[in-house]
């Protein structure tokens, strides 16, 4: 089945969960749609997975194009959604609307997401009216790691927690059809997914919301290191590449790899000719 704005928004009608994961690149996409997950997010957090950088800040629209057109090439059922980076939307509606049509246009995403809630309503409505669809995401939002001063649950205080509700409430106003909570209590994640109609993408946001999203490199657990509290490893992808990285070594510094099976033959007169 392929995955629409429509068919995701029944999902949640019908009370069925929603799964999405990041993807950056080719090979991920295809294994992605292989197995049947609903949605993609080419997030802006590739800055931090395939580019090394500590935040999502330095990413640019070139960089979001080049791994949301890789992505799309891999997919068929499975829904495309690309992150909006840093200052392509805060600065004018008019610059949202343009470099949203880019994501569209030359990365074949099927819908655009972007960071805050009441702030950015502007750009939302005209992205809309721009007829492309729209993923909003609220709560923690990485691209305001400086005014936040660091990545901190929000919503924790009576102030901010109805202030993330009336986030949610004025994007789904301004037209979006889905949003993301990052990082916000369970229970106000919860209860946000019973006020709107339109679906809940949580991260970090508990089991009420309409559905989940995770960073993949995160849920196969290829990074060493530190693991966010509400990331789960689903395999040990990293500790199995390293695995087969160490193998390859070995063989290769053993002689025992390439072996016979792996040669391509020659006519022994042909290399006899060829040795005189
Ligand atoms: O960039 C990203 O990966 C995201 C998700 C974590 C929601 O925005
Ligand atoms: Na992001």
């Not at 790691?145 to 993330?164: D, M, S, T």
Request: hydrophobic share 40%; charged share 20%.
């Amino acid at each position: 089945m392929k995955n629409t704005v429509t068919t995701l928004q029944k999902m949640k009608q019908e009370g069925q969960k929603i799964s999405m994961l990041t993807c950056y690149d080719y090979t991920t996409a295809c294994l992605i749609e292989e197995a049947q997950i609903n949605a993609v997010l080419v997030g802006d957090s590739l800055g931090m997975t395939m580019m090394g950088y500590p935040d999502t800040l330095s990413v640019t629209m070139e960089d979001m194009i080049h791994h949301t057109a890789c992505v799309s090439r891999g997919l068929h059922d499975t829904f495309l959604v690309a992150d909006m980076p840093f200052l392509s939307y805060q600065t004018s509606v008019y610059d949202a609307v343009k470099n949203a049509g880019r994501l569209i246009k030359e990365g074949h995403a099927q819908a655009v997401k972007l960071e805050g809630g009441a702030t950015v309503c502007e750009q939302i409505e005209a992205i809309v009216k721009a007829d492309i669809p729209v993923v909003a995401h609220i709560g923690l939002t990485p691209q305001s790691i400086h005014a936040f001063g660091g990545f901190k649950v929000q919503g924790k205080n009576e102030q901010r927690a109805l202030q993330i509700l009336e986030d949610a409430k004025a994007v789904e106003r301004a037209g979006a059809f889905m949003v993301t909570l990052e990082c916000v209590p369970d229970e106000l994640a919860t209860l946000i997914s019973q006020e709107l109609s339109i679906p809940t993408i949580g991260i970090g946001a508990g089991n009420g919301c309409d559905g989940q999203v995770l960073v993949y490199q995160d849920m196969l657990n290829m990074f060493s290191g530190i693991k966010p509290k509400f990331v789960k490893h689903f395999a040990n992808i990293g500790e199995e590449m390293k695995r087969a990285f160490r193998a390859y070594d070995e063989e290769v510094k053993a002689k025992t790899f390439p072996a016979a099976e792996h040669n391509f033959a020659i006519d022994p007169e042909i290399i006899q000719a060829v040795k005189e």
